[in-house]
Nanobody, 114 residues
Framework: VQLQASGGGLVQPGGSLRLSCAASGTFFSINIMGWYRQAPGKQRELVASMTSGGTATFADSVKGRFTISRDYANNTAYLRMNSLKSEDTAIYYC?????????WGQGTQVTVSS
């Protein structure tokens, strides 16, 4: 499984970004795709995830600001981030889980700064 993430960048507080994660290779159709992030000096944490059945989970810190969606035909997950705050600054990692296996994409930097 390969996960290709894209969409990070520099944005001002209050701005928006959309991250994409395209999965390729061989994997079960029943899976969970999501995003984790790691800020300097902090542990990696779950931001949002969505099962192949469409159930979404969000970190409390992003509820109401971030949405996650999936394009099942193209094996792609999207993270729409609105009302970004400086504390959202981190490296964001795409993730896939299925059948006890975990895969990570390369990180994409999100910097929220004026």
């Amino acid at each position: 499984v390969q996960l290709q993430a894209s969409g990070g960048g520099l944005v001002q507080p209050g701005g928006s970004l959309r991250l994409s994660c395209a999965a390729s290779g061989t994997f079960f159709s029943i899976n969970i795709m999501g995003w984790y992030r790691q800020a300097p000096g902090k542990q990696r944490e779950l931001v949002a995830s969505m099962t192949s059945g469409g159930t979404a989970t969000f970190a409390d810190s992003v509820k109401g600001r971030f949405t996650i969606s999936r394009d099942y035909a193209n094996n792609t997950a999207y993270l729409r981030m609105n009302s970004l705050k400086s504390e959202d600054t981190a490296i964001y990692y795409c993730n896939m889980n299925y059948a006890g296996r975990t895969y990570w994409g390369q990180g994409t930097q999100v910097t929220v700064s004026s």
